[in-house]
Every structure is written in structure tokens, then in C-alpha cells.
């Protein structure tokens, strides 16, 4: 049964403190691995795609990175808005995303 | 690009009523639509993925005949709550795919059995 686990569940930084949360999956025959923010009482907003082990993605103060068992997201600098829950989450090229139960990220001013 | 629109953001409803919810990708033609359930602090929950006119598949332990899922046409899909109740009461967001493995997420509808 594909699986992905992420940590820690939640994560409380000051404002400029760097930081990486994990996302671990067992999923057999991965195409892609995708990594969401979703704010209170709103719909996840898609951040990056994964393909394959190695690759690497940016934008502003993200960067989502994957091996072959996880995949990190490196959060460098970061200010109060980047205050979200960030879901992981794979894909086996099927139809259906196997998501994780996401880190609840606090940014302290 | 990607928008995804629902409608309503939410809706309150008397037990027993059905309720109908949009999911309309605005700038590109969806191949599939899926619908999903989010409890409070609890991750999504896929409830069914629907193709262009075809049937939805719904996932193991959602009822196909209270949850009514119409995909019309390749920018919307429908999801009717027949015959609500208290328990319906949750967080419902569509997602829309086009032909790459990316899903593109509406911004959820709010509904409230009372």
C-alpha cells in the first residue's frame, strides 16, 4: 500500500530562521511527487512537481528537493506569510494522489 | 494559469435538502475531476474521480447515491448532497487535472447541515 509520512506536524520558526520539512513515501513505481500550501479554509495551492531522484525546484524562498525514499522542502528566510500547512504528496501515474497528513508551519514575527 | 473555481464558497442547508456544488476549471479543459473531503486538521480525503461523461469512480465506503457526481463537460463537474444531514457537515474541494499528473484545487465549499 503506498504511503507518504511527513514531518514533523508541526513547526513553529522565527521570522528568517531556515528550516526543512521531510516527506517520506513508500510508493512503488513513483512518477511524481508534489508538494501543496494550503492556508485555513482555503483549497491547497500547487508549489512544485517532482519527477525523479536528483531533481531540484525553486521559487522565492522554497526549494523542494527528492530522493529516492523522501523528499525535503527547504524553506530559507522566511517571513510570517509563509505561514501554511504544506502538503506532500505521490503519484503512481494513476489517476489518484496518495497525500500526507502535512507540517502546520508557524512563522513568529 | 490553472484556475479552479467553486461555487458556493458555502452554503448552509436544513437536514434532508440536497445541495449542489460547482468545480469549474476556468482556463484549460480538465480530463478529470476529482472530489475531495477535509475534516478539521486532517489531511484530504478523495471521495471520487470523475472523467468526461463518463461515471465517477467513488472510493471504498462513500455512498455513489448520496454523493451524485456529474462531470458535463471537460471544464465542470457537479457534486449533489442528497438528502443532507448533520453529518455531511464538512469541507468539500474539487481538484481538476488536464493531461499532466499535476491536480489544480478549487478553493473549497463550506457546507453546513443544520
Known amino acids: 500500500e503506498d504511503q507518504v509520512t511527513q514531518s514533523p506536524e508541526a513547526l513553529r520558526l522565527q521570522e528568517g530562521e531556515s528550516s526543512s520539512l521531510n516527506c517520506s513515501y513508500t510508493v512503488s513505481g513513483l512518477r511524481g511527487l508534489f508538494w501543496y500550501r494550503q492556508d485555513p479554509g482555503k483549497g491547497p495551492e500547487f508549489l512544485f512537481t517532482?519527477?525523479?531522484a536528483g531533481e531540484e525546484k525553486e521559487k522565492e524562498r522554497l526549494k523542494a528537493t527528492l530522493t529516492k525514499k523522501e523528499s525535503f522542502l527547504h524553506i530559507t528566510a522566511p517571513k510570517p506569510e509563509d505561514s501554511a500547512t504544506y502538503l506532500c504528496a505521490a503519484s503512481r501515474g494513476n489517476e489518484k494522489l496518495t497525500f500526507g497528513t502535512g507540517t502546520r508551519l508557524t512563522i513568529i514575527p | 494559469g490553472a484556475v479552479v473555481s467553486q461555487h458556493p464558497s458555502w452554503v448552509i442547508c436544513k437536514s434532508g435538502t440536497s445541495v449542489k456544488i460547482e468545480c469549474r476549471s476556468l482556463d484549460f479543459q480538465a480530463t478529470t475531476m476529482f472530489w475531495y473531503r477535509q475534516f478539521p486538521k486532517q489531511s484530504l480525503m478523495l471521495m471520487a474521480t470523475s472523467n468526461e461523461g463518463s461515471k465517477a469512480t467513488y472510493e471504498q465506503g462513500v455512498e455513489k447515491d448520496k454523493f451524485l457526481i456529474n462531470h458535463a463537460s471537460l471544464t465542470l463537474s457537479t457534486l449533489t448532497v442528497t438528502s443532507a444531514h448533520p453529518e455531511d457537515s464538512s469541507f468539500y474541494i474539487c481538484s481538476a487535472r488536464a493531461t499532466s499528473l499535476e491536480q489544480y484545487f478549487g478553493p473549497g465549499t463550506r457546507l453546513t447541515v443544520t
Open positions: 517532482l519527477y525523479s
